[in-house]
């Protein structure tokens, strides 16, 4: 019965479910039951989707304390899949470098101007490749979490606010803590600049690491430059509303909602061998000297990596 | 040694009632004594009432003849309540509790003062940690009236504290509290038949279970510590998933929309107005770190915010709009999964 189910087509399951339902109602039933009746007709997995969807809605189901929704994440997952897949035929390479238990600080270098996909991407190489998956949790840029929508989403999917504080608390409970020390200059730099590392703020992800001791994994992301080039900025309209830039690409805002379409861009992820700091102790991100020092080794690694994996992957859209 | 004698102020407000209630039957306790303008919110036993004014002069004669080695200030008010409009509040709040502070001065046999403050001197703020420790509380400008009065009031009891270096000061700063017949107005909001949302906001809440909340009072009153403590659940829980278990339908408004209409709705719904920081609560939520209530004050939650929540959901009785079946049971039963 159940291969006969998966061999019908959509509208022929719900031509059958509402002649069931049909039946049902002329046999006397209510609706509602005779809507149960007929469910039987309904395949699995819709039958699923339907129970799953009625646990959410009485609200049983798990959020950690930081309000990431796993289920929530899963659900969104298949779209990033296809981003990875199909539209940036993303290579990622050392995902084993990424420790499979306890804590670890995860150091990127940030593009994509319009809305940065290098997180999810880096997540997604995480999710699919690794042997032993799990969500790593991702600071955002502040100021996303004042807009509505994007601030709900974000929390769902692993984003926290950018804080020290916050970083400290994710290690502290063994989890993955992915970083970008270069921030909004990452992303809002022009696209003549593309690949070029900007300053790693004041080195707090090192100090956040000595703290808690945890090793730092430098990652090389190559593509994201390319998928909304920022070929100018709108500073009268950044300054009206609060944004840190807001980005003029060759589609945006030229093309409306369809300038919101990334570009098809080739990606590579390269995971680096973590850099340990397990030996220093967590006094020693007291020690300015040290911090800057560390900062710049995991710098420079992403730089090379950068420029090494440029060369691997050739042209940028084909 | 001769049992504990506790001077209880704002002896009216529920959380004053609670307390006392508790301390009398510690045996431990040998004197509670309350102060108010107004009577416990539930009947007392032995505990001995003083009708008076925390603003009045006359309290700095009449205190240092109970002989407490105990006060606690319950009498800071989140919301206006009858007989206590909006406009008095900051006197209440921050003139009170001065006046009580220097009437304290002139009590040799005081050991301990803690006072029942607020997280809302954090803010509610969309950036920066997502659980404040004690030390993080002037990190942020303070936006609201009610966190400037609590503000105001937590640095003169700071400057109080320095003064009075043999007294143990500790300020307590609680999260919002919820629970099964608790009376405020959150409470209310959530018990609306549609509930009010700031469309595209959905905030991390941890809302404190009313046991917890007393409970947490009395062993700040029995082992006070120095300095602040958070008072908050384990945990947090989303407001949209808080409604679902509750089993409220949302009802989501544009934001700026949302103060004006919630104030219009609360009016006549009866969620009555939510004073303080309760619009920017519900739009960015807050969430505060309590392993100093856990560790140093000794006091474990027994509920976390999902506990809370489902514990208020379980033995709520409000008015609900929809009789008809609601859409989960709908889907159960198309699923064959309906309980």
Known sequence: MSSAAEAQSIPEIGVRFLRGVRTAVDGGLDPLSAAEAASAELPKPLRDGAERMARRLRGDYHEDEWGFDEEFAEGAYPFFELLYDRWWRVEAAGVANVPAHGRAMLVGNHSGSLFPFDASMITGAIMKEHALPRWPRFMVLDWAFSLPFLSAFMRKVGGVPASPHNALRILAGDGLMMVFPEGVKGTGKPFAERYRLQRFGRGGFVEVALRTGSPIVPIAVVGGEEIYPKIADGRLLARAIGAPYVPITPTFPWLGLLGLVPLPSRWRIEFCEPVVLDGLGPEAADDRQLVFEISEQVRETIQRKLYENLVKRGPAFV | ?339
């Open chain 2, 1 to 339: 040694m001769a049992g504990r004698r506790i001077l209880i102020a704002g002896i009216g407000t529920h959380w004053g009632t609670e307390l006392a209630r508790r301390l009398e039957r510690d045996p431990a306790v040998e004197q509670v004594l309350g102060i108010d303008t107004t009577p416990p919110s539930a009947s007392l036993g032995r505990t001995e009432l003083i009708e008076a004014d925390i603003r009045n002069p006359l309290l700095a004669r009449l205190l240092p003849s109970t002989g407490a080695d105990t006060l606690v200030h319950a009498g800071i008010l989140w919301y206006p309540e009858p007989g206590k409009p909006k406009r008095v509040l900051h006197d209440i709040n921050v003139i009170g509790t001065l006046q009580l502070l220097a009437a304290c001065e002139r009590m040799p046999t005081l050991e301990r003062v803690v006072i029942r403050g607020s997280a809302a001197i954090y803010g509610c703020e969309p950036t920066g940690p997502s659980f404040f420790t004690e030390s993080m509380a002037a990190d942020y400008p303070l936006r609201t009236r009610f966190q400037r009065d609590i503000g105001e009031l937590e640095g003169y009891f700071e400057n109080f504290a320095r003064r009075h270096g043999r007294l143990t000061c500790c300020m307590l700063r609680f999260q919002p509290e919820i629970g099964p017949g608790l009376d405020a107005p959150l409470a209310r909001y959530l018990s609306l038949p549609a509930v009010p949302t700031q469309l595209g906001f959905d905030p991390r809440l941890q809302l404190l279970h009313a046991e917890d909340a007393t409970g947490a009072l009395l062993a700040a009153t029995m082992r006070p510590v120095r300095g602040a403590v958070n008072v908050a659940p384990s945990g947090s829980i989303s407001l949209a998933r808080a409604l679902r278990l509750i089993g409220r339908p949302q009802l989501p408004v544009p934001h700026p929309l949302f103060g004006p209409a919630l104030a219009r709705l609360g009016d006549r719904l009866g969620a009555g107005s939510l004073y303080g920081d309760a619009v920017r609560l519900l739009r960015y939520g807050r969430g505060v770190d309590n392993a100093r209530l856990r560790n140093e004050l000794g006091y474990e939650p027994r509920f976390d915010a999902v506990a809370a929540i489902r514990d208020f959901a379980a033995a709520d009785r409000g008015l609900r709009l929809v009789a008809a079946p609601r859409v989960a049971t709908v889907l159960e039963r198309l699923a064959g999964s309906a309980r």
